[in-house]
Nanobody, 124 residues
Framework: QVQLLESGGGSVQAGGSLRLSCAAS????????MAWFRQAPGKEREAVAV???????NYADSVKGRFTISKDNAKNILALQMNTLKPEDTAMYYC??????????????????WGQGTQVTVSS
């Protein structure tokens, strides 16, 4: 049974940083296409960062240069380092996995496994 458990969310002021973690069980993060999504109230869920099995990464334009996605294969953890946070980054953040990356930013429909989410709130 696959489980993805996010942690690290919280409330910060604009300009601050947070590091999200996603602990995986039932799958090996090094063998999956892993991504972070977010969903703000009233908005659609969107991918913010993806990392492939080879280690290639891709980011939404809105977070490029501020967010970094990474894997700790030894601990089977996916991470998202978020710097220079803005109020518009406020959302529920989700970890997700699929068997392979197809290029570009994934849509929610193609992901096979999801975590429960962790809330990030950025105040101005």
């Amino acid at each position: 049974q696959v489980q993805l458990l996010e942690s690290g969310g919280g409330s910060v002021q604009a300009g601050g940083s947070l590091r999200l973690s996603c602990a995986a069980s039932g799958l090996t993060v090094s063998r999956y296409c892993m991504a972070w999504f977010r969903q703000a109230p009233g908005k659609e869920r969107e991918a913010v960062a993806v990392i492939g099995m080879s280690g290639f990464t891709n980011y939404a334009d809105s977070v490029k240069g501020r967010f970094t996605i990474s894997k700790d294969n030894a601990k089977n953890i996916l991470a998202l380092q978020m710097n220079t946070l803005k109020p518009e980054d406020t959302a529920m953040y989700y970890c997700a996995a699929r068997a392979f990356c197809s290029g570009g930013m994934p849509t929610p429909e193609v992901m096979n496994y999801w975590g429960q989410g962790t809330q990030v709130t950025v105040s101005s």
